[in-house]
């Protein structure tokens, strides 16, 4: 029975491969057919834009479809390669055998025939001399060339044919139209829109805007129909947008105070939605400058609320109070300098001396936007003036001595003190002081009289000036000097013969006087006796009494 077992693991041989090429055949079938159901599914929903119970159709089918493919192709055949699943036996391949072989067809039936008698009679030698006489005429026979594997050529176009398909999609850049049908039919419970004769494009690229600022939108739409008109809608509100030009839009969002959700509407065709995201910014509640002047002008703080314009005093200490929110700094900015402001929970503080003109900016920031307001403002300084001083001599009209002196001293914020410099003549090096009381006001008047109480030389000629000082501590108390006079002080000899002098002179005027009043009476009696002579007065007589009373 040797040739007997090798026609029996020949023909096992052959189920092998009958089951192998059945696989490579079921391979490129359900390569093909399957792609080509994908590719029709896909085409089906690329067009026609189904609803979702349609694509749920759709898709179901293919899934069945494509598990039918798969166990018709793939699984069956290898279930039977292996035996899993009862396949052809052994008078089924002899049948496809004989088909290719018709030489052995009969032989074949014959074998299988003794065969299967032999093993109903139990080992007939008779029979198993027949078996082993048919094996052996068989035994040269390959049946494994009953089956020709290189016949599944013609069925790769079929496979080839779909992949090729997909590749010219996806080479030529037209991917979409698989992607985007693939996408609803796998998604088929979701509402899918068919494209819009034209679409909607966003041109603010940011949309990002800070708090209270007024944000642009610009979109402009894309297709073969040109909207006359579109409607942005923004919190159920809806609101007709500008047209720039045709296709293009524009609406203003006023001072957004948070974010802002928005699509846009057009011939019945709606945007999908976005968002305007609104940055919070720094702010000021509350502004208010104090104004601490100066100790020497005795003048009160002042306060400047919601401006940082001001005119005061030179050296007045400023300083800035601000309520804020959302802020995290605030930095004082001129020409020259920066400096920061101190903070205590939402209020910032920052003091300074001011001596001269200052423009600055005041600016305000948090970790999302910087320097967002730029608050420019000018301190304009008043210098504090020198004081002034207007001295002369007593005019004769007041009959006093050459050597009084009338002086007016004044200054814009106070004076603090006066006082008279002297010195010999042509030695100035050897000037003294003398303090003169005055009213710390801003204007007094004085008299002097050289020497007055200051110590002096009898017989030396003297030069003197005043200068007054006004109360500006901070410039170390300004001074002004008025023009330079000059007086002799007398001796005692010369202070008495100028005493006899006047008293000659006093005595001399006297007698002139007495003198004058004896004419004018001689002339009163010539006036009288003319009167009386005359009844009516002549003008010339009227005219002597007139002089008369102009004496």
């Not at 829109?193 to 690229?205: D, V």
Request: with cysteine; charged share 25%; hydrophobic share 40%.
């Amino acid at each position: 029975m040797e040739a007997g077992n090798v026609i029996f693991q020949k023909l096992e041989a052959f189920i092998k491969k009958y089951y192998t090429n059945e696989l490579i055949r079921g391979l490129l079938f359900f390569i093909g057919l399957g792609l080509l159901y994908f590719l029709f599914t896909l085409f089906v929903e690329y067009f026609l834009w189904l609803k979702p119970m349609g694509r749920r159709f759709l898709f179901w089918t293919f899934i069945c479809i494509e598990i039918f493919l798969l166990f018709r192709f793939i699984l069956f055949p290898i279930f039977k390669l292996f035996k899993l699943q009862k396949g052809i036996d052994y008078k089924q391949a002899s049948g496809i055998i004989g088909n290719h072989f018709t030489e052995v067809r009969d032989k074949l039936t014959n074998f299988l025939q003794l065969s299967d008698a032999d093993s109903q009679q139990h080992n007939s030698e008779l029979l198993l001399a027949s078996i082993e006489q048919k094996a052996k005429t068989l035994q040269p026979i390959p049946f494994g060339n009953a089956i020709n594997l290189n016949n599944n050529k013609k069925f790769l176009p079929l496979a080839l044919f779909p992949v090729v398909v997909l590749s010219f999609f996806y080479l030529s850049g037209n991917s979409t139209i698989i992607s985007q049908s693939l996408n609803r039919v796998v998604h088929f419970n979701s509402p899918f829109l068919p494209p819009a004769p034209f679409k909607f494009i966003l041109l603010s690229t940011n949309l990002q805007t800070e708090q209270n600022k007024d944000f642009v939108l610009h979109i402009k739409t894309e297709g073969k129909v040109v909207p006359e008109n579109a409607t942005i809608f923004i919190d159920d509100e809806s609101y007709f947008m500008e047209t720039a030009k045709s296709g293009d839009f524009k609406f203003k969002v006023s001072k957004p105070a948070k974010n802002v959700l928005f699509h846009v509407e057009a011939n019945g065709i709606s945007s999908e939605d976005y968002e305007l995201k609104v940055v919070t910014v720094p702010t000021i509640s509350n502004f208010e400058m104090i104004l601490n002047f100066p100790s020497y002008l005795n003048r009160k703080a002042e306060y400047i609320k919601g401006t940082g314009n001001a005119i005061i005093p030179e050296g007045t200490r400023v300083t800035w109070i601000m309520n804020t929110q959302a802020t995290q700094n605030v930095v004082w900015k001129d020409a020259s300098s920066i400096f920061p402001f101190s903070k205590a929970e939402n209020t910032f503080s920052f003091s300074k001396y001011i001596l001269q003109n200052k423009e600055y900016q005041i600016l305000i920031s948090n970790d999302k936007v910087k320097n967002h307001e730029k608050l420019d403002y000018q301190l304009t300084i008043i210098k504090d003036q020198f004081p002034t001083i207007k001295v002369n001599a007593a005019p004769d009209s007041l009959k006093v001595e050459k050597n009084y002196v009338l002086g007016q001293i004044s200054d814009d914020y106070g004076l603090s003190k006066l006082q008279v410099v002297y010195y010999e003549r042509d030695k100035p090096q050897t000037a003294k002081r003398g303090i003169i009381v005055v009213k710390a006001s801003v204007f007094d008047q004085f008299v002097f009289t050289f020497p007055g109480n200051l110590p002096v030389e009898q017989g030396t000629s003297y030069d003197y000036y005043f200068e007054v000082f006004d109360n500006d501590a901070i410039h170390h108390f300004k001074s002004t000097k008025s023009s330079v006079f000059s007086n002799r002080v007398s001796t005692d000899e010369e202070k008495e013969d100028l005493v006899l002098k006047q008293q000659n002179d006093n005595i001399n005027s006297l007698e002139r006087s007495l003198k004058n009043q004896d004419k004018q009476i001689s002339a009163i009696e010539k006036i009288q006796k003319s009167g009386k002579e005359k009844s009516n007065l002549e003008f010339n007589d009227q005219q002597k009494v007139n002089d008369f009373i102009q004496r």
